[in-house]
């Protein structure tokens, strides 16, 4: 386990290196755009970071594993799948973690120099900031992950790629349609924009201690369904 | 009679290809060819060896056991080299060392420093910058360095030079100074197998045609040459498949007694080499 | 030991090395308990599969030119000189007999291929 773990950091160290830039310079420029309007602040996490994440997700695996054969390789080598598949998600984690560090010190870099809101700096440090950035960013990789380890890297990351597309773009879109339709067709996405608000005020409602509980225990269910489906569909894959 | 490998009634199906009730067995301390046109089913044979795709049925047994339910006490004792090894490009061969030696217990950082000096292969270089024939000998130092017990090796010849196939060559011969060690090697270059092979598996379109050792299977077989007109539908049942022209016929006979018993001195009978057999055995399944 | 092994040969290459080192016995260039290279080693110097190697080791051990003794090698036998006579006999006869059919195809009689005989015999004295 460890070794496959240290394996991917050897072979990733170019791909560290990119996103250690790369995250900074998302998150200064969705802060600079929203840093008079801190209500978005969280949309602009969001968009930010699930970005960076759809690309260093299916990046990571595209570059190193398809590109090069490697999932061959790795495979063939003594060593169960089930404990490649769990690699691959301890791996996903540390990158994880990694990134959110970033933010965090991104953020603060940008605040002292603007002299920002320390508020919305509060947030991103309190439990239930840490919470929900570490879910949504959990809930992306509960489904990257299988779909590139089930469907192969080339597939995988086509469908992971829409259906990122898709959780990010939800609401812009919704907007885009209601405009241009506005007037035309009676079509109304307002309920779209509805359950994003009501969900999005469901969980500032609560209180820190209960959004942690929820969060993390369909969190932790949701990792594990997602390994599981990983484990078993993986197992039996064929590589070619 | 221990072995190495024993394959038996191995299916596997793909869309307009199937691997078709496949059955060989590699005795330990020899070296088996793996003979077959491009597409003939050698790769999918390997790659189910090593439980990189799934079998439809059949059994494979590796050291005597199930290749499946012993996977990596089995994988721990093989070292595979395959057709295009280019997982590796993006690292040079020091950081492919580290990163693979972990995983064997056997790691043997002597064997493999001895090979790269052997073979002239740079350490610190991005494998992105080796010549084919480099990364192929890279693949095998990686290969060779834990004492497998069994080598794997899918086309490791094809794309490079025969100075280099000579050298291959040598160093399995070294290998099988230890007669506890064996070896299955694919290819469709057939001349490299006519040397070192002890046993042959030629097979063609997912189906077994023969497998045996090479000294029989260069007995029995012969290319025969004769009058066209000696060809009817009684002396056909006699060639594995042959050409016709003006000038007469040319054939191959899996039965060389027979066909000398038949046609006596009526006939011309020439040394089949692997690459006859592999263009007359096509050619039948083909009519067939 | 000397061994040369052709490719282009009619003769399965089992047969050569069995053929060369039986003369080589015979003809006292190897010796009673020289060792023998193992049938690794042969296959390796010579290039060729170790069971053709291990066939012609078990060709020349049934003949009882030599022997295996497990764990230690492979060794010239200790000849039966009788049968050694006999063989070399053997061996005489079958170049004579290739002579004497080369001279019926060029039709010489046996009254010049005795003189023949008898010159090359007294020359090579």
């Known amino acids: 386990m460890i070794k496959l773990i240290k394996k991917d950091f050897i072979s990733y160290w170019k791909f560290i290196l990119i996103i250690s830039g790369y995250i900074p310079f998302l998150v200064s420029i969705a802060l600079w755009a929203m840093m008079d309007d801190f209500g978005g602040i969280w949309i602009g996490f969001f968009t930010t970071l699930s970005l960076a994440l759809c690309i260093f997700g299916s990046l990571v695996f595209l570059i190193n594993e398809t590109h090069t054969n490697s999932e061959i390789l790795y495979a063939s080598l003594p060593v169960e799948r089930s404990t490649i598949v769990m690699s691959k998600y301890v791996t996903a984690y540390i990158l994880l973690c990694y990134s959110y560090i970033l933010v965090i010190l991104s953020t603060l870099f940008i605040f002292s120099v603007s002299g920002g809101n320390d508020k919305a700096f509060d947030l991103l440090l309190s439990i239930r900031g840490i919470t929900m950035m570490f879910g949504f960013m959990i809930v992306v990789l509960s489904y990257i992950l299988p779909f590139l380890l089930i469907f192969g890297m080339r597939k995988g990351a086509v469908i992971n790629f829409i259906i990122s597309l898709l959780f990010v773009m939800l609401k812009p879109v919704a907007d885009i349609i209601e405009n241009l339709f506005k007037g035309i067709v009676e079509l109304n996405f307002s309920f779209i924009e509805e359950y994003f608000q009501s969900a999005v005020l469901f969980v500032t409602k609560l209180s820190a201690a209960d959004a942690y509980t929820i969060l993390l225990g369909t969190l932790v269910i949701g990792v594990n369904l997602s390994m599981m489906a990983s484990i078993k569909f993986y197992s039996s894959r064929d590589l070619e | ?288 | 030991m000397k061994l040369l092994i052709s490719n282009s040969s009619q003769d399965p290459i089992y047969e050569q090395i069995t053929k060369q080192i039986r003369s080589q016995i015979i003809a006292d260039e190897l010796s009673e308990g020289e060792p023998l290279p193992s049938i690794r080693k042969l296959a390796k110097d010579l290039q060729i599969s170790v069971i053709t190697t291990k066939r012609a080791y078990e060709e020349l051990e049934k003949e009882g030119f030599i022997d295996t003794v497990g764990g230690k090698g492979t060794f010239v036998a200790m000849q039966n000189k009788e049968l050694l006579k006999e063989k070399k006999m053997q061996t005489v006869e079958e170049k004579l007999t290739g002579a004497v059919n080369d001279a019926k195809k060029l039709g010489i009689k046996l009254g010049e291929l005795k003189s023949m005989l008898s010159i090359l015999y007294n020359e090579e004295e």
């Not at chain 2, 090593?50 to 050291?63: A, P």
């Not at chain 2, 790691?107 to 740079?122: G, I, M, Q, S």
């Not at chain 2, 290998?175 to 057939?190: A, M, P, R, W, Y």
């Not at chain 2, 045996?212 to 000696?230: P, R, S, V, W, Y």
């Open chain 2, 1 to 288: 009679m221990n072995y190495a490998l024993e394959v038996n009634e191995l299916s596997k199906n793909y869309e307009g290809f199937r691997l078709d009730k496949v059955s060989f067995a590699l005795p330990e301390g020899f070296i088996m060819g793996l003979i077959g046109p491009n597409g003939a089913g050698k790769t999918t044979i390997i790659k189910l060896i090593m439980n990189l795709v799934m079998k439809n049925s059949g059994s494979i047994k590796v050291f005597g056991k199930d290749n499946r339910e012993h996977e990596i006490e089995i994988k721990e004792r093989i070292g595979f080299v395959y057709d295009n090894p280019n997982y590796y490009e993006h690292l040079n061969l020091q950081q492919i060392r580290n990163i693979i030696a972990p995983f064997y217990k056997r790691w043997d950082n002597k064997v493999f420093d001895d090979l790269v000096t052997r073979f002239e292969l740079p350490l610190k270089k991005n494998l992105k910058k080796f010549s084919r024939g480099m990364v192929m000998k890279a693949a095998i130092a990686v290969a060779l360095s834990h004492h497998a017990d069994f080598i794997i090796m899918d086309e490791p010849t094809s794309g490079l030079d025969p100075l280099f196939r000579r050298e291959l060559l040598d160093l399995l011969f070294d290998l099988l100074q230890n007669e506890k060690k064996s070896i299955l090697f694919s290819t469709h270059i057939t001349s490299d197998l006519e040397r070192v092979a002890d046993y042959i598996t030629f097979i063609n379109k997912g189906k077994i045609v023969f497998s045996n050792t090479k000294d029989e299977i260069m007995e029995n077989h012969a290319l025969i040459k004769g009058d066209k007109n000696l060809i009817n539908i009684e002396t056909k049942g006699y060639f594995e498949g042959m050409r016709i022209n003006e000038m007469g016929f040319e054939a191959l006979t899996s039965d060389v007694k027979s066909v000398k018993k038949k046609f006596g001195n009526s006939v011309i009978i020439d040394k089949a080499n692997l690459e006859d057999m592999m263009y007359f055995y096509n050619q039948k399944q083909n009519n067939d």
